[in-house]
């Protein structure tokens, strides 16, 4: 163990840089495609909280300029800053309580450049409000030597809170009952003590869901049927977040997390997760394993994967990882007869390489502005080089862009400078191998992706995709 002083001033150094990473650029006028925008259902008790964010910020004088601007949207995302700064002290504390000040340290810098949690911090959309919820509850439900009914009661409002906002978190609500475990078994004192728990579970849920959406209590029928649409949304088919030919979409899920995370941190999260069973640590092994092989199980099945939905539990990732490499550097220390703290700080840095790396992509290009610039930069070129034409911007999630570019031609139109958007996904592949084929074109410039050796996620459908500029002269002739 640390001194607790250096541990605590550690922990304050990587939520500062947690917190820079997050801020960076998070006023800027980015947005998503309008085709990426549409209603959005059950987020009710991140609306009430944002709602309160600001209130109490209205309170605060010198920000009246602040948060007047544009509506008090930057006063929104502001808040998705703090919280995803929150998230990062909380998962420090976590891996603290489960292994050590090391572990604590590790796990706290790997949320801290985690790009899925940098991505979350600067969008005002409630992933960082449920993954903050998730988190406290977990530090609520962590074993203790003393049984706490008040740290139950309270998981279960967080948790209740949270699925007010997200309804598939409504599965977590056996979280709190895990104290229990660390009793052990103790025969009518266990059944009593699991009764109990049980109806503070059911009261505290309640209570959390009920302060959380009050309006599903008024009118349940317009909250049912959000869950429905949003059930139907991940049944069917949305390109290019969907396999082409449909079905599960867990190689496009795996392929995210070890593209972004990357394989040793992959390896040092399995390797906490199996440190905890060897040591019989049941308590810990579902509060941080259960819910994490739940929802990665869960959304491996489902036909749309968007990476968000994993956000709540990516936290409890790095708890597993931070405490994996710890176990890993002691053992390896042991073994090779090195200093402990060489070898983890060694161990640390090449398992936050990639994600460091992705998240500084993201923000130094990304939401700075500057991808833009150099897509700016390319289309001023172009349209100097050939004026008087044409522009057309297109998507290919379908064979409706050349279908309608051959109707242009076949109706004596005349030649179409094409910029091509590639999600890097398998429905943009398809159809643009079919534009060589049908028609006449030429590749005058190309703009890649910031994240070409990411696999197809909301990466580049939100932030950067490729740009593909053809000079299209015509109907490809049949040969």
Known sequence: MMNSWRSWLLAAIVVCMAFLLRVSYYDRNYGLEPSFKY??????????????????????????????????????RFFSVMLATLVVWQTWWLARKVAGDKAGFLAGCIAAVAPLLV??????????????????????????????????????????????????????????????LSEGWNGHRTIKLALGAACLVTLGTAVGFAIGAPYAIINPQVYLHGIKYLAAHYAGLHPPHSNLGGGPVSGMLGGYFLSTLGIPSLIAASTGAGWLLFQRRWSEVFL???????????FCTRTVFFERNLSHVVPLFCVLAGV????????????????????????????????????????????????????????????????????????????????RLIAHFNTGGGQVMLRAIDYHDEWSAKHLKMLPLLLNVELVAEKPSIFYDVTNCTLHTYSSWTDRYYLVNGVQKPH
């Not at 008790?45 to 008090?72: C, I, N, Q």
């Not at 911090?121 to 003393?146: F, N, Q």
């Not at 034409?389 to 379908?398: G, I, Q, T, V």
């Open 39 to 76: 209603d959005q259902y059950n987020f009710s008790s991140h609306l009430y909280a944002t709602f309160l964010f600001y209130r109490v910020v209205k309170l605060v004088p010198g920000l009246e300029s602040w948060r007047s601007r544009d509506g008090g949207f930057w006063v929104y």
């Open 119 to 180: 991505q979350d911090a600067h969008y005002s959309r409630p992933e960082a409000w449920v993954t903050a919820l998730c988190t406290g509850a977990a530090m609520l439900c962590i074993p203790k030597d003393d049984y706490d009914f008040r740290r139950i009661f309270f998981g279960s409002v967080l948790i209740g809170i949270a699925v007010a906002c997200k309804f598939s978190l409504v599965a977590l609500v056996w979280l709190p009952m895990l104290p229990i």
């Open 288 to 298: 941080l394993a259960g819910p994490l092989v739940f929802f990665v199980s869960y």
């Open 324 to 403: 994996g490499l710890f176990v890993i550097s002691d053992v390896l220390a042991l073994r090779w007869r090195v200093q402990i703290l060489t070898l983890t700080v060694l161990l640390g840095v090449l398992s936050l390489i990639r994600p460091f790396e992705l998240s500084w992509r993201l923000v130094h290009m990304g939401f700075s502005g500057r991808n833009s610039v150099q897509v700016k930069a390319i289309e001023t070129r172009l349209r100097t080089a050939y004026p008087n034409m044409d522009w057309w911007s297109e998507d290919f999630m379908n064979i409706e862009p050349l279908t």
